[in-house]
């Protein structure tokens, strides 16, 4: 069995040869057909995350393919994994044949592909805990979404408009903004000096991207509004003006989904009929598994649209 290893954190990931896993009692082996490449594998990779198997170890947190054998589904069913420990707890699913409790493994639909199915979870149900769980989000609010030319972004921007929000939705540039779906309003941003109209209100801010982004979009939030953290690609230190904060009362609120796991779980099956039905769009990438370090650069690479996702 081919399978990617980390040996050393930092290094470059190894593509090499493993046993093949054996199954025990309330877990399955699932055939792989795509696995993901997130942020999370790279915070896992750089021994940054306050938790990680031990060396050397797979990386990979979310997959689909094929069951091989288990007790939750039938040999030949189509699936696809996420949590129970993989890759964070033990070895992932970066390999062809996957070891995975029966807990993580959901039905996937035949009407969508293994690239999907891998890659639709974090972003997905991320966007939907974010926005409903969270933020509680109201019809008619006017939402703020940074990153929205990325994956979590872009669905929280479709998810935002679908719940009847008005959304803008924050882009780095003109092509980025000709992407958005009919409805969101575009502005452009730069990054590096961030910088945003006075003018600018919303009632809840979707912040993907944290940083100094983060720290010139908070006071567009109104008085009473809410600010939900999903992620910090732009920067992880916010400084805080405490006398300002208090007196504007905007709530911070961050998403931890390793927390929310049964919450998405429970949002899974509506949001694949979405992908499903076209209601819902997600962009993905693929990369031969071999090519696992180069899905790793590309990731990072300021600018890249969609997700990326292995494949044997």
Not at 149 to 155: D, E, I, L, T
Request: charged share 20%; aromatic share 6%.
């Amino acid at each position: 069995m081919r399978a990617v290893r980390v040996h050393a954190f930092n290094q470059p990931p190894r593509l090499e040869q493993m046993d093949e896993p054996v199954r025990t009692a309330g877990r399955s082996l699932v055939r792989m057909q795509a696995a993901t490449v997130g942020h999370i594998d790279r915070t896992l990779w750089s021994g940054a995350f306050f938790r990680h198997p031990p060396l050397p170890y797979v990386p990979g947190v979310e997959a689909a393919g094929v069951v091989v054998a288990g007790e939750r589904f039938a040999p030949g069913t189509r699936v696809w994994l996420r949590g129970g420990g993989l890759g964070t707890r033990g070895d992932g699913t970066w390999r062809e044949l996957i070891d995975a409790p029966d807990a993580a493994l959901g039905a996937l639909p035949e009407a969508l592909s293994f690239a999907l199915g891998a890659a639709f979870f974090s972003p997905c149900t991320s966007a939907w805990v974010a926005l409903h769980e969270v933020a509680r989000l109201g019809a008619g609010e006017r939402v703020l979404v940074s990153g929205a030319s990325g994956a979590v972004g872009g669905v929280t921007v479709q998810l935002a408009l679908e719940a009847g929000a008005k959304v803008v939705a924050v882009v780095g540039d003109a092509a980025q903004a000709a992407s958005l779906p009919a409805g969101a309003e575009a502005l452009i941003v730069d990054r590096a000096s961030p910088s945003v109209p006075a003018s600018l209100e919303a009632d809840l801010l979707v912040d993907a991207v944290g940083g100094a982004l983060l720290q010139a979009l908070l006071p567009a939030v109104v008085p009473g509004g809410r600010a939900v953290l999903v992620g910090y690609t732009g920067g992880t230190a916010l400084a805080l003006d405490l006398a300002q904060f208090v007196q504007r009362d905007v709530a911070l609120l961050p998403l931890n989904m390793l927390r929310r796991d049964a919450a998405g779980r429970a949002a899974a099956p509506a949001l694949l009929a979405r992908l499903a039905d076209g209601r819902l769009r997600l962009e993905t990438s693929e990369f031969p598994l071999a090519e696992a370090a180069h899905a790793m650069q590309w990731i990072a690479t300021r600018g890249h649209r969609g997700r990326a996702v292995l494949v044997p």
